[in-house]
């Protein structure tokens, strides 16, 4: 399931750039209120495969989109002069649990931590986006950066891969299978193939005192409709739940 929040804050608040891992925490916090178990097991442990060393959680959320007029700062933030914005969920969940979620939301308050304090974001309304039609092709728009990387060979270093790198197509459709694992689906994977379609845009990336590197483009991707709808709404690549990293929309 997709939900659009509508958030409403003071008019000429300023946004800072790296808002992303606040978010992910605001999101366990309010789960928490809800089922303190639930939140905290998925925290700590969330979905795992087979494997037993993969852990995922199965979900991600857009950047916060400010209505126009607005303003990039650079060195600053975002000044979202009309005091409006966007923020979209993404969570791979049954249709049973949507009414559930949505419910857990209505009239939150997600704050983020500003060089001079806080900026309030309320929450005013919830939108579901219907649920998508997906088809073993596909093209998709990465709205934020998508995270890949693989192990040096000489190294114990992981090393941040762009797409043309000759290992990005298997490593994209393997994590794709991982997250399938963990909710027991068998699907076929015979045809897969994937392929971008516009030259990727580097973006330098922080959490915990650490630099990672992502990239956002478009691309065509052929699986099986079930892998590109967990890729759909649990997200591409890594860092999804931590980093909103993966989120994507269909493009025609």
Not at 92 to 106: E, P, S
Not at 146 to 161: H, P
């Amino acid at each position: 399931m997709r939900i659009n929040l509508s958030l409403k804050t003071k008019k000429n608040s300023l946004l800072p750039f790296n808002y992303e891992y606040a978010i992910s925490a605001w999101i366990y916090k309010t789960l928490a209120k809800a089922d303190v178990n639930f939140a905290t097991w998925l925290h700590d442990k969330g979905y795992q495969s087979d494997n037993d060393y993969r852990h995922f959680k199965l979900f991600t959320y857009s950047k916060i989109q400010p209505y126009k007029p607005y303003k990039v700062l650079p060195k600053k933030g975002i000044l979202i002069e009309t005091g409006m914005a966007k923020l979209t969920l993404s969570f791979l969940i049954d249709k049973a649990m949507q009414d559930f979620v949505i419910g857990i939301f209505q009239s939150q308050v997600l704050n983020i931590s500003t060089r001079n304090g806080w900026i309030a974001f309320e929450i005013t309304a919830i939108e579901l986006l219907p649920e998508l039609d997906f088809t073993s092709i596909m093209r998709f728009r990465a709205r934020s950066p998508i995270f890949m990387s693989k192990k040096y060979a000489t190294k114990d270093q992981a090393l941040y891969i762009a797409p043309d790198d000759k290992d990005y197509k298997e490593l994209l459709i393997n994590n794709l299978i991982e997250k399938a694992k963990t909710l027991n689906q068998d699907i076929p994977v015979s045809l897969t193939d994937f392929k971008a379609l516009s030259s990727p845009k580097s973006q330098l990336l922080h959490i915990n005192n650490i630099q990672i590197r992502a990239y956002r483009y478009d691309f065509l991707i052929i699986a099986s409709p079930e892998l590109l709808r967990i890729g759909y709404y649990a997200g591409f690549g890594g860092k999804n739940s931590s980093l909103g990293l993966g989120f994507c929309e269909v493009i025609d």
